[in-house]
């Protein structure tokens, strides 16, 4: 897959019949994790994802997430419709597959390994990632039915400033090898 330059995010118009993601990220304060894993029905997910080469004003990846000892791969690939809003296309893989588009990782990038606690809360389903180069943060993700969407947060959370737009923050940012985070 070559890079190509200049390609603009799709309009909501555009992206009217794609699949969807409408998320809003946040920097969290490190939580409690054995308050975490009180909560009813936590899950808690170690996730690997690989950023692969991909055309300019998109992003491709690939994630091994395991949960109790099973093992699932997909292959996920979004393109921006607004700082919210993006396009994800997401399709399970087999695990020779995974290991086959490894091969095709972009060389810029390390790996990024977090562990993902999945909490249900006031019906939505809030993501978060820790990972192993933060001590004292982590950050939360809630996918929404809209950008305007009011958000309750669960009271086992510390919310320290809403990262959405800051591209710092996204994952395909912190596996840059320039971040120097896993040193």
Known sequence: MQKRENIQPLSPRESASLPLE????YLISMPDIDRLLSVPFCRVLQIEQIYLLSDAGESSRIRRIEEN?????????KRAVT????????????A?????LILLA????????KTRYCLP??????????????????????ELDS?????????????????TEDLSF??????LKENRLYE
């Open 22 to 25: 409408i998320e809003r990220k």
């Open 69 to 77: 000892g099973s093992f699932c791969y997909f292959y996920t690939r």
């Open 121 to 142: 809360y006031a019906g939505k389903l809030f993501e978060i990632d820790v990972y192993p180069f933060w001590k004292k943060q982590a950050v939360l993700e809630v």
């Open 147 to 163: 950008e305007e969407e009011a958000i309750l947060f669960p009271p086992e959370i510390t919310i320290l400033r809403e990262v």
């Open 96 to 100: 020779e597959e995974y290991r086959r």
């Open 106 to 113: 972009d060389p810029a990038k390390n790996p990024i390994r």
């Open 170 to 175: 996204r994952n395909s940012s912190l596996a």
């Open 83 to 94: 700082s919210v809003t993006r396009i994800e296309e997401e399709d399970a893989i087999s």
